[in-house]
């Protein structure tokens, strides 16, 4: 955010996933209500919706991925809670004559994944897909692909980086040059990691997933 601000950022397009792994889901809305925000609804969102019915699911999406949507389901207020499981998806933008979709996976499928080695020119709403700038998220691995006419982005994750390290991955869009610059920025990781150990000791993945060489 001290990044964004410092960049003179005047717009935020988040790809979904405010909540999940890890808790603190109020506080990300706190910090985000400060901001002129597009956001799409991830998979976790959907995840929470589910949970909040079904006991079950709430136990089996706890297992895979630790307590950190029962955290948010405890910490949240109705009125948040219903907002996140409402969000769009996907979300059409019209930002200074480019035509942007924002979506969580594609935009038929929030679960679908998009890696950088993946072939997306075999994918068929790719290039049925009447946009400028197709962006995308869900993977954590940032990506820049041209499809056609298109740009295919991945900011990657703030939260939960898979490529590499502990740094926070986004990327800046300089609507007047039409130039995307990734970038990333150093965060002090330790309390979260803190948290996994001593929450999740049976999944060692949430705290390993932030010391990656």
């Known amino acids: 955010?001290?990044?964004?601000?410092?960049?003179?950022?005047?717009?935020l397009f988040i790809t979904g996933d405010l909540v999940g792994y890890y808790p603190f889901a109020k506080d990300v809305l706190v910090l985000l209500a400060a901001w002129d925000a597009d956001i799409v609804r991830g998979n976790h969102e959907d995840m929470l919706q589910q949970s909040i019915t079904d006991k079950a699911y709430l136990e089996k999406i706890t297992a895979?991925?630790?307590?950190?949507?029962?955290?948010?389901i405890n910490e949240?207020?109705?009125q948040e809670i219903d907002y996140l499981t409402n969000l769009p998806h996907p979300l059409l933008l019209n930002i200074e004559h480019k035509d942007i979709v924002l979506s969580h996976g594609s935009p038929v499928n929030v679960n679908d994944y998009f890696y950088p080695d993946n072939d997306l020119t075999s994918c068929d709403w790719v290039t049925k897909m009447d946009c400028d700038i197709f962006i995308c998220g869900h993977t954590h691995y940032p990506m820049k692909k041209i499809i056609g006419d298109k740009i295919v982005l991945n900011p990657g994750s703030v939260g939960q980086?898979?490529?590499?390290?502990?740094?926070?991955?986004?990327?800046l869009y300089?609507?007047?040059s039409q130039h995307f610059e990734f970038k990333t920025e150093d965060y002090d990781t330790?309390?979260?990691?803190e948290w996994a150990k001593v929450t999740n000791p049976n999944l060692p993945?949430?705290?390993?997933?932030?010391?990656?060489q």
């Open 174 to 176: 300089d609507t007047s």
């Open 190 to 193: 330790s309390n979260i990691i």
């Open 161 to 171: 980086p898979r490529n590499k390290g502990s740094a926070a991955h986004w990327v």
């Open 76 to 78: 949240l207020s109705a």
């Open 1 to 11: 955010m001290n990044a964004a601000k410092a960049c003179n950022v005047d717009r």
């Open 205 to 212: 993945y949430l705290h390993r997933v932030f010391t990656r």
């Open 64 to 72: 895979k991925y630790g307590t950190g949507l029962l955290s948010s």
